[in-house]
């Protein structure tokens, strides 16, 4: 399973930003699919995920801004993020799960100026 993520960037507070994920390789099992991010000096955070039946979640720290979606088709998932603030500053890192290994994507930066 390869997972390459792309979108990231630097944007001012309250500015969107939209993070593409696409899939690929023996993606047959893969039960969820979403994201996390890491800012300096802080522990990795899920930030969102969804599971095969399409159920979602979202950390509180991102609830009601961002949305996460999937173009099955395109074996991508893709995560809105709206009404960003220099607190969502970090690296953010797509995954996908199988049911007994984690695969990551290489991480994009996103940057959030006041």
């Known amino acids: 399973v390869q997972l390459q993520a792309s979108g990231g960037g630097l944007v001012r507070t309250a500015g969107s930003l939209r993070l593409s994920c696409v899939v690929s390789?023996?993606?047959?099992?893969?039960?969820?699919m979403g994201w996390h991010r890491q800012a300096p000096g802080k522990q990795r955070e899920l930030v969102a995920r969804?599971?095969?039946?399409?159920?979602?979640y979202y950390s509180d720290s991102v609830k009601g801004r961002f949305t996460l979606s999937r173009d099955i088709a395109k074996s991508t998932v893709y995560l809105q993020m709206n009404s960003l603030e220099p607190e969502d500053t970090a690296v953010y890192s797509c995954?996908?799960?199988?049911?007994?290994?984690?695969?990551w994507g290489q991480g994009t930066q996103v940057t959030v100026s006041s």
């Open positions: 390789g023996s993606i047959s099992r893969i039960n969820a």
């Open positions: 995954y996908a799960y199988n049911g007994w290994t984690t695969y």
């Open positions: 969804i599971t095969n039946d399409g159920s979602t």
